[in-house]
């Protein structure tokens, strides 16, 4: 008790002018909260239909649940719905085994290969008596989910294969990387989605253009390629120049001194930036929408254009902040758990 | 010793094979896109500049109707743009510097305050954000007739918010000039001030003339001028406002949302900027008797500075990149024209490699202004 006075007394009311603001912030905190509460749980509508939900005075929970399955799944067709689920359960289940360093082994990545190929094979049907689904009927969650985890995946091996060309000794490679990593830095990713959904198809031979996800995937990995290019080079140049020197001098190639000694360590250092830079492109996965994919962001703006529930959309956009801001916590709190592992 | 043992001649070998590599997927493109516009009939090149573009423009800081040329309409589009970052990146400085001093204060709410503020708006994507504040100004804010008016002459509806603009006086032109001359003056003394200093030790305070000089020269000029305070205030017309300035639901959410956004990161990079210098340093200048603001000056901020600058570019340079999800909600910023005229005339390659272009000279701009800025602020070591 009296360390807890004491704790006041240091951080509330510390002054005149300190005691003032603590009261005044904990009298608006108080309530802030008390009309949110009111308004999300008091006064809401949870059960009903929009006319309810007009007369009362909180949020309209009944719209949310109405379209829960809509914003997650979109236009994935309702009876087959249990598969994109099923599909979230085995990423889920196979991020959770992999957390720890000491199952980090060949099997791993066996069975992460598995796990892909069952998650694509149950997304897209056609096989077994599933049913068909074209990827242009996929949407919500499963769609943002995977452009963020694919293109983590690749864009993480060749942000490091661009990040050692940048240190390369080798002119030529150095100044590609260079002017790779600088031009895709200069430009914002919305450029590289118009450039995936105009551009790509003209590149390349008629007919050979794959459909739409994927060329936004591309860009994507394109993008974050030359971000996380530039963290793994950060993680680089942090490593003392006699380590460099030790692996020359124990005959070791250039590769076996990058994959022994130099990439060990600096990738290590670099796990917090990394993170952030997953989470940077988990929200970025968002602008798809702006080249009419149906991510998370489009189904939350699909269903507040339900003719029956206009009006709602600070509903819908809470609800779907709450989304991202959760999963956006559980990639921190990944990297926080890797920094442990790594330590 | 063996033609490939040699390193010198696996080092051309690579470089040549990745020379090919490139050049044969630059030219595999290259045939692919000239075939395919053949076949679409689009001839590439820069004519279509001079056609009419067509469409028009919600808002401009050039005179441009859609007579006008789709050159213009670029033209437009370019200052929109410079305009939301020029603006956006002012403001996200100041408050994100007001927050991560925040973050780091003794007091416990406000710290955790600040704290909040910045889990929260770093953890959810910005374009949700933009379409948060996008909804709050045009659904749930009054139509005109209802519009809110919290202070006299300030007006807040569904069309954005309304302030009163000043009225134009020559007087005000030759205030602008004093305020120019009493930054040159400020140099020159301090000048003055390094010079006496260095040769006799006495302090001339050089600060507090400059700052008295440019508070009181536009006052006198206002003063002799006769006063000039006259006041255009919106007022409500039919359907719409009259006079006054009118800032635009799309712009003022594009920079809420740009600002609150960038803030948040400027915060967090501020933070662990001043919680870089150690704490010895700060009691080694009060040990010197050095006053709290040269405390701050002298010893704090530079070094603080030396961790935040490069940090701080790369936000100057996210910002001003994100200012083109403008596109999301229909403020026409370069993006968004540059997307509707390649709708309209399928150059697809030429408006994006302008795209790419323009924000390339956009970011060599800031780093140009920012690495000086750094090589300012840098200490200058043995």
Not at chain 1, 148 to 166: D, E, N, Q, T
Not at chain 1, 172 to 197: N, T
Not at chain 2, 256 to 267: D, E, M, N, Q
Request: include cysteine; aromatic fraction near 14%; charged fraction near 15%.
């Amino acid at each position: 008790m009296k360390a807890k006075i004491r704790w006041a007394k240091d951080n509330l009311f510390k002054g005149y002018f300190n005691s003032a603001l603590s009261i005044f912030l904990i009298t608006f905190f108080a309530w802030a909260f008390y009309n949110f509460f009111n308004w999300l749980v008091i006064d809401s509508v949870l059960l009903g239909d929009a006319d309810a939900c007009r007369q009362a005075s909180g949020a309209c929970l009944a719209f949310i649940v109405d379209k829960t399955r809509f914003i997650f799944f979109g236009f994935y067709p309702e009876t087959e719905i249990w598969r994109p689920i099923i599909a979230i359960f085995i990423f889920f289940i196979i991020t959770f085994y992999s957390r720890l360093k000491s199952r980090w082994n060949r099997r791993l990545l066996y069975n992460w290969m598995y796990c892909g190929l069952v998650i694509w094979l149950l997304m897209r049907g056609g096989y077994f008596g599933l049913v068909k689904v074209e990827t242009h009927n996929w949407g919500g969650l499963p769609l943002t989910l995977m452009l963020a985890v694919v293109g983590m995946i690749f864009s993480y091996p060749i942000g490091i294969f661009l990040a050692l060309g940048r240190q390369s000794k080798l002119p030529l490679i150095k100044y590609l990387c260079v002017a790779y990593i600088e031009l895709i830095r200069g430009v914002p990713l919305i450029s590289m989605l118009f450039m995936s959904s105009v551009m790509m198809p003209l590149f390349l031979p008629e007919g050979y253009s794959p459909d739409k996800l994927m060329r936004a995937q591309v860009a994507i990995i394109m993008f974050i390629s030359a971000y996380m290019a530039e963290v793994v080079r950060g993680g680089l140049q942090a490593i003392p120049r006699g380590q460099y020197e030790a692996a020359d001098a124990m005959g070791l190639t250039y590769w076996q001194k990058m994959r022994l000694v130099i990439l060990p360590q600096a990738l290590k250092i670099v796990i917090p930036p990394t993170v952030n830079t997953a989470i940077g492109m988990f929200k970025d996965t968002s602008l798809v929408i702006i080249i009419a994919l149906f991510d998370l962001m489009y189904t939350t703006k699909a269903s507040m254009q339900d003719s029956n529930w206009l009006g709602f959309s600070v509903e819908a956009y809470l609800f779907v902040a709450l989304i991202y801001f959760v999963f956006c916590n559980m990639i921190s709190r990944m990297g926080r758990l890797f920094e442990k592992e790594f330590r | 010793m063996r033609f490939w043992n040699d390193r010198k001649n696996r080092a051309i070998i690579y470089q040549l094979l990745s020379l090919i590599a490139v050049m044969a997927l630059g030219l595999f493109f290259y045939s692919n896109t000239k075939a395919n516009l053949e076949k679409q009939n689009i001839a590439t090149g820069f004519h279509f500049f001079n056609r009419v573009a067509g469409f028009e423009i919600s808002e401009s800081l050039i005179e441009y109707n859609s007579e006008d040329s789709y050159l213009r309409a670029l033209k437009v589009g370019v200052l929109n743009t410079l305009k939301v970052s020029i603006i956006g990146n002012i403001l996200a400085v100041i408050l994100g510097v007001f927050i991560g001093v925040c973050r780091l204060s003794k007091n416990w709410p406000l710290a955790k305050l600040a704290q909040g503020y910045i889990e929260t708006i770093r953890n959810i994507p910005l374009l949700l954000q933009l379409f948060f504040w996008y909804a709050l100004f045009t659904e749930i804010l009054p139509g005109v007739r209802q519009a809110l008016n919290p202070m006299p002459g300030v007006y807040l509806s569904n069309r954005g918010v309304m302030l009163p603009s000043l009225e134009y006086n020559p007087v005000f032109f030759y205030m602008g000039v004093s305020v120019i001359f009493t930054i040159i003056l400020g140099y020159f003394l301090k000048r003055y001030a390094k010079k006496v200093q260095d040769q006799s030790g006495k302090q001339f305070p050089h600060v507090l003339y400059t700052v008295l000089v440019l508070l009181f020269l536009p006052l006198l000029i206002w003063l002799v001028g006769g006063m000039p305070l006259e006041f255009n205030l919106p007022k409500l017309q039919g359907f719409n406002f009259s006079g006054g300035v009118s800032i635009s639901p799309e712009f003022i959410s594009l920079l809420l949302g740009l600002v609150l956004y960038t803030s948040a990161f400027i915060a967090e990079i501020v933070r662990s900027g001043i919680q870089s210098v150690k704490k010895g340093q700060e009691e080694a200048a009060k040990a010197l008797g050095l006053k709290s603001y040269l405390v701050l000056t002298l010893v704090i901020l530079p070094q603080a500075l030396r961790v935040i600058i490069p940090p701080l570019t790369s936000q100057l340079l996210n910002l001003t990149k994100n200012s083109s999800l403008a596109v999301a909600i229909a403020y026409p910023d370069f993006v968004n024209i540059a997307n509707t005229t390649m709708n309209q005339t399928g150059q697809a390659i030429e408006l994006i490699s302008l795209i790419i272009l323009v924000y390339l000279s956009f970011s060599l701009l800031t780093s140009l202004f920012m690495n000086w800025f750094n090589k300012k602020m840098a200490l200058v070591e043995r």
